[in-house]
């Protein structure tokens, strides 16, 4: 007797096929006399059904690592559309900054030109702010647990500076 692993819309990795797909039907396997199926198989639209074997679902990251392991950086990217001459005002002429947010040097985010160009040193600012985003809102987790932990026993200075960091965390988490 098998029973579903995977559900319809899931998202599962197809090891065969080395690639991510969204399971479109589940497909069991009916023998007569019996209430359950003798097996159930996957399609996932790529050509075949596939077993549960051959299917690996999703891992959520765990909260704690999400932002624990996330290293953004910044990196600098040539500037295209000014010559180095046009723009000797600039902190580092020739180029912008990029803050890369994955482990590759691309992706993440960037400014068009022409902003960069009314105001280089804020977007250079708004460059490290973003950068160290995750770095600040680990110290954000930490005060506030500290202060959970700690109880009346904290300033009250110090109290209203943990209920500040709980604010921003909950925008952080949940938007406005």
């Given at each position: 007797?098998?029973?579903?692993?995977?559900?319809?819309n899931q998202r599962v990795?197809?090891?065969?096929?080395?690639?991510?797909?969204?399971?479109?039907?589940?497909?069991?396997?009916?023998?007569?006399?019996?209430?359950?199926?003798?097996?159930?198989?996957?399609?996932?639209?790529?050509?075949?059904?596939?077993?549960?074997?051959?299917?690996?679902?999703?891992?959520?990251?765990?909260?704690?690592?999400?932002?624990?392991?996330?290293?953004?950086?910044?990196?600098?990217?040539?500037?295209?559309?000014?010559?180095?001459?046009?723009?000797?005002?600039?902190?580092?002429?020739?180029?912008?900054?990029?803050?890369?947010?994955?482990?590759?040097?691309?992706?993440?985010?960037?400014?068009?030109?022409?902003?960069?160009?009314?105001?280089?040193?804020?977007?250079?600012?708004?460059?490290?702010?973003?950068?160290?985003?995750?770095?600040?809102?680990?110290?954000?987790?930490?005060?506030?647990?500290?202060?959970?932990?700690?109880?009346?026993?904290?300033?009250?200075?110090l109290a209203e500076l943990?209920?500040?960091?709980?604010?921003?965390?909950?925008?952080?988490?949940?938007?406005?």
């Open positions: 007797m098998a029973k579903a692993a995977f559900h319809k990795y197809v090891r065969p096929v080395g690639t991510w797909a969204l399971i479109e039907r589940v497909v069991p396997h009916w023998t007569k006399g019996l209430e359950e199926p003798i097996r159930v198989h996957y399609d996932c639209g790529l050509g075949r059904e596939f077993t549960a074997e051959e299917l690996q679902q999703e891992e959520p990251i765990p909260e704690k690592l999400r932002t624990a392991n996330e290293r953004w950086r910044v990196i600098r990217a040539r500037n295209k559309w000014q010559p180095t001459e046009d723009c000797a005002r600039h902190p580092v002429p020739g180029t912008y900054p990029v803050v890369v947010t994955g482990q590759e040097d691309w992706g993440g985010w960037r400014v068009p030109g022409a902003e960069y160009d009314l105001n280089p040193s804020r977007i250079e600012r708004q460059a490290r702010l973003i950068a160290s985003g995750p770095a600040l809102e680990s110290l954000a987790k930490a005060l506030v647990d500290w202060a959970r932990r700690s109880g009346e026993e904290m300033p009250h200075d943990a209920h500040n960091a709980q604010d921003l965390l909950t925008v952080i988490e949940k938007g406005n």
